[in-house]
């Protein structure tokens, strides 16, 4: 029906089951704001996280669709913007209500996607990439450090490894033996976690470890941590923020209570030109998983919450 748009929703916290494909009417642009219909949606853990209410936010009192990363092409564009026109192909940076065929931006909240990027390496960049780029920077990553990345093979620790690499760093990563290969074609030197963790690392890295991200957010992960990074300060969680303080390292997000900082939050958005950029280079890759239609976002964030998967959930707008 023309005039309708579509989009996934949830009225209550709870299992997949409350995900709804819903008909809306199709959003017009407010002032300052564009709409963008999307092409590519990218489906992330803070999504589930957010539904199940594992994660806390505002109480719900209206229909809340999902979603922070999405790319698309702009379809209307409202009073008091410049610079951006009907047709252009962007990336929404911090997209909120991602899940659906039209998103609703303010201009401030657009990044120009290249020609040569497509559309899913551009909706699989935004918390993965930002996050990834944000915590190395803070964690001092650059030519020489030796740094040690939990949960490498994901995707923030994917972009990790490759950041790290461009930068000029020895990247040893964390992951199940079957992703070891992925691991190495991205340049990092893989290791199994598990037991033993800590030696096998000091194996690999024999004149010591500088910094550590933790993507796994395991006591595992934080404890082998501890052990090989002297100064506490380069250590840092995206998943245990709740532990930060206690253990005395950094935390970005992830159940922290301390949010992040501007500067912090700059370099997440900084990330967005640089990593598309880089994947126009031929530098930087987005390693997608699985695409399924927007209707079937629950099935997605079920292969996201299990681990099913490598690499991104894709979610596509135009598929029936
Ligand atoms: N704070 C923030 O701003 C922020 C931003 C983005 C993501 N996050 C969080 O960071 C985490 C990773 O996100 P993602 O998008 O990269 O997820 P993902 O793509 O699903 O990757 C998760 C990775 O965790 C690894 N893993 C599973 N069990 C593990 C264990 N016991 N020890 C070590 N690694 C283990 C898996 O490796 P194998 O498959 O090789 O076993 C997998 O590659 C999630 O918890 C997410 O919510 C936080």
Known sequence: ????????????????????????PTPSAPAGGVVVETRSIGVNPID???????????????????????AGVVVEVG??????????????????NAY???????????????????WDEAAGIGIPAGTAYQALKSLGVEVGTTLLV??????????AVQFGRDWGATVIATASPR???RLRELGAIPVAYGPGLADRVRELAPDGVDAALDAAGTDEALETSIELVADKKRIGTIVAGARAAELGIQA????????????????????????????ELGD????VALRLPLRDAAQAQILVDTGSVRGKLILDPLLP
């Open 79 to 96: 009073a008091g913007v410049d610079g951006w026109t009907a047709g252009d192909e962007v990336v929404i940076r911090q997209a909120q």
């Open 179 to 181: 992703n070891h290969e």
């Open 1 to 24: 029906m023309a005039g309708m748009a579509k989009q996934v929703q949830y009225r209550e916290f709870g299992g997949p089951e409350v995900l709804e494909f819903v008909e809306v």
């Open 100 to 118: 659906a065929t039209h998103v609703v931006a303010r201009a401030e909240q657009l990044v120009r996607k290249p020609a040569a990027v497509g």
């Open 48 to 70: 589930v996280k957010l539904r199940t209410g594992l994660r806390s936010s505002d109480p719900i009192d209206t229909p809340r669709v999902p979603g922070f990363d999405a």
């Open 150 to 159: 939990h949960g490498g093979s994901g995707s923030v620790g994917q972009a």
């Open 252 to 279: 970005w997000a992830g159940g922290n209570p301390v949010p992040p900082t501007r500067e912090e939050l700059a370099l997440r958005a900084a990330a967005y030109a640089v990593t598309l950029e880089l994947i």
């Open 284 to 287: 930087f890759e987005v390693e």
